[in-house]
């Protein structure tokens, strides 16, 4: 009885009495013993235990199935407020799809659409990765900042074709706009003659387009990633600073500790459910397009600069300005 009672402390286990009534048999002949009875008697009869106790730790939600559920909230409030400023400005055209509410991208909208984005992923970063709270206010704002284009640029890809099934005509900009190839830019209020150099803006726009796509579709579309993996990816993201982030040691841990728990919990993911032995090659192409769209962010911050010091346009959004350059 005392090893029994040891163990029930030590563990804090609690069990549920057999009958309901906490009556139930304890001799030692009792066929099926009630634990909960038992444990009862014990402590009736005077049993103490004041040896060390084991802590309880509460179990904690995956980290996949934590970007899953926030990416989910994130999303749903973000189409929310685009709706609200697709109908606000009353600019946009809308596109037919069968299950989603879809208009074309539009001048009018892109600077407010984006920062109502800007603020609620920052809500999501902060909800999905709490442990970085414990960062300074400045070392936050870097990795946010380093992440967010990264992220943006996934998420096109992943909608695309999520919603589209493939990545051709169309081409998600935010949850609700995308952009339609067959729509010339100045149905989507890019006149080309709109300021000085304008008809030059656009064609350098889609170049950078151009080059940009040249560079991520042939890794994505052979990645061919699943919906898990797309969670993985987007914390893999956030963990790789570019050189020029300066950040503490103790910011750079918690960093690898995150990617090291993505790992394993992708580990467990190929095993269990898709019952994979060798999954090197998956876990291969998911690195390959972590370092493609690295390279994706460089050439876009590269066009930025070129963007805000070339053409006789600058950017007047203060988000755009803070996050962007």
């Not at 286990?13 to 906490?22: E, I, M, S, V």
């Not at 690295?294 to 050439?299: P, V, Y």
Request: charged share 25%.
């Amino acid at each position: 009885c005392s090893s029994f009672f040891k163990r029930i402390m030590t563990t804090g286990k609690q069990y549920l009495c057999r009958q309901g009534n906490r009556q139930c048999e304890t001799s030692i002949e009792a066929e099926f013993m009630c634990r909960r009875c038992r444990f009862d008697k014990c402590v009736a009869v005077g049993m103490v235990y004041e040896g060390p106790m084991r802590v309880r730790r509460h179990p904690t939600t995956p980290i996949l199935q934590r970007i899953k559920t926030e990416l989910k909230v994130s999303l749903d409030l973000r189409r929310v407020r685009e709706l609200q400023l697709v109908r606000q400005f009353g600019c946009h055209s809308r596109i037919y799809h069968p299950r989603e509410e879809l208009y074309n991208v539009h001048e009018s909208t892109c600077n407010e659409i984006y920062s109502a984005s800007v603020a609620e992923s920052f809500y999501f970063y902060k909800r999905t990765f709490p442990a970085l709270h414990k960062l300074s206010d400045r070392e936050q704002e870097i990795i946010f900042k380093n992440f967010l284009d990264k992220f943006y640029i996934v998420e096109s890809y992943h909608r695309t074709r999520q919603i589209w099934g493939s990545i051709g005509r169309f081409i998600m900009c935010s949850i609700v706009t995308c952009k339609d190839a067959d729509v010339p830019m100045d149905r989507a209020g890019f006149e080309e003659n709109k300021f000085a150099n304008s008809d030059f803006l656009i064609s350098s726009a889609r170049s950078a387009a151009d080059e940009l796509h040249s560079v991520l579709l042939p890794v994505f579309n052979k990645s061919n990633i699943v919906e898990k993996e797309y969670h993985a990816l987007i914390a893999l993201l956030l963990c790789e600073l570019d050189t020029s982030c300066e950040v503490s040691e103790a910011a750079l841990g918690m960093l690898d500790r995150y990617r090291q728990e993505v790992l394993e919990d992708l580990q467990t993911y190929y095993q269990n459910e898709l019952c994979l032995v060798d999954y090197s090659t998956r876990v291969g192409n998911l690195m390959t397009l972590n370092h493609a769209i690295q390279e994706c962010k460089s050439l876009f911050n590269v066009y930025l600069q070129f963007y805000s010091t070339i053409f006789d346009v600058y950017i007047t959004d203060d988000v755009m300005k803070k996050f962007c350059l």
